[in-house]
């Protein structure tokens, strides 16, 4: 049986196939695609609700940081995923939109317009894709789907909040 004791004979994967050396960036992905692929990020938003409130808060929140200089990354997962559909299908408390815009607050389809222009990134996992039932062709333009590898390489070292 191989030794795991963490010394000098090859720490606790002695004797396994595991790799000497822990591939660059944070899941590897990076080395796949070369280190470079993606440019800094300082925030990433998780979004796992389909709330409003919660919803409206991110893409505030996002499109302030973008307004300062910051790189964002948005990332729906599971119900999360209405917050980057062409039509908001699936938006809990719609409702809410009518209070923002009547009291001059920016509303969900503006705030999303301003972070596509302000180059954010959208991203919605593909597996919350397929549990919400839906397609790509029904997301937003300029959401991309992709995998978690690819959102945590894209958030590298990035404050992470979740909505």
Same mark, same amino acid.
């Given at each position: 049986?191989?030794?795991?004791?963490?010394?000098?004979?090859?720490?606790?994967?002695?004797?396994?196939?595991?790799?000497?050396?822990?591939?660059?960036?944070?899941?590897?992905?990076?080395?796949?695609?070369?280190?470079?692929?993606?440019?800094?990020?300082?925030?990433?938003?998780?979004?796992?609700?389909?709330?409003?409130?919660?919803?409206?808060?991110?893409?505030?929140?996002?499109?302030?940081?973008?307004?300062?200089?910051?790189?964002?990354?948005?990332?729906?997962?599971?119900?999360?995923?209405?917050?980057?559909?062409?039509?908001?299908?699936? $938006?809990?408390?719609?409702?809410?939109?009518?209070?923002?815009?009547?009291?001059?607050?920016?509303?969900?389809?503006?705030?999303?317009?301003?972070? $596509?222009?302000?180059?954010?990134?959208?991203?919605?996992?593909?597996?919350?894709?397929?549990?919400?039932? $839906?397609?790509?062709?029904?997301?937003?333009?300029?959401?991309?789907?992709?995998?978690?590898?690819?959102? $945590?390489?894209?958030?590298?070292?990035?404050?992470?909040?979740?909505?």
């Amino acid at each position: 049986m191989a030794e795991r004791t963490g010394h000098e004979s090859g720490g606790i994967f002695a004797g396994s196939s595991a790799p000497s050396a822990a591939p660059s960036g944070r899941t590897g992905f990076a080395t796949a695609v070369g280190a470079s692929a993606f440019p800094p990020c300082d925030l990433a938003l998780v979004i796992v609700e389909a709330r409003y409130e919660r919803i409206h808060a991110a893409l505030m929140l996002a499109a302030t940081a973008c307004a300062l200089g910051q790189s964002v990354v948005l990332f729906g997962m599971g119900a999360g995923v209405a917050a980057f559909t062409a039509g908001w299908d699936g $938006l809990e408390d719609a409702e809410h939109e009518d209070w923002r815009t009547a009291a001059g607050v920016a509303g969900l389809s503006d705030l999303r317009t301003a972070l $596509l222009e302000m180059d954010a990134t959208l991203m919605v996992c593909d597996s919350g894709v397929k549990t919400m039932g $839906l397609s790509a062709a029904e997301l937003a333009e300029g959401v991309a789907v992709v995998g978690l590898p690819t959102f $945590l390489d894209r958030a590298g070292a990035a404050r992470v909040t979740v909505f």
